[in-house]
Nanobody, 119 residues
């Protein structure tokens, strides 16, 4: 089992910055990829950013150039640095850790942290 604890959410004004953290514990061996998702009220959860164990990243078009995903393997932590925040970034953000092979995948989720962008 894997436990993920998120932190760093809060209320910020448009144009502001925020950094989310997701610290993992437990059986976190052989994790292949980590990601951040978000879910706004009345909308489906969407992928925001992802990073593989090899360091490759990808981002949703809506956040490219503003968000950066990174990880610190020694601390078992993944981060999401967010700058130039917009009201449409308001959502609950969830971190995800995935272990997969050719025939299975295990997903682990954080509890979610609220990000509100408003003046």
């Amino acid at each position: 089992q894997v436990q993920l604890v998120e932190s760093g959410g809060g209320l910020v004004q448009p144009g502001g910055s925020l950094r989310l953290s997701c610290a993992a514990s437990g059986s976190i061996f052989s994790i292949n990829a980590m990601a951040w998702y978000r879910q706004a009220p009345g909308k489906q959860r969407e992928l925001v950013a992802a990073i593989t164990s090899g360091g490759s990243t990808n981002y949703a078009d809506s956040v490219k150039g503003r968000f950066t995903i990174s990880r610190d393997a020694a601390k078992n932590t993944v981060y999401l640095q967010m700058i130039s925040l917009k009201p449409e970034d308001t959502a609950v953000y969830y971190c995800n850790w995935r272990r997969y092979s050719s025939d299975y995948a295990d997903d682990y989720w954080g509890q979610g942290t609220q990000v509100t962008v408003s003046s």
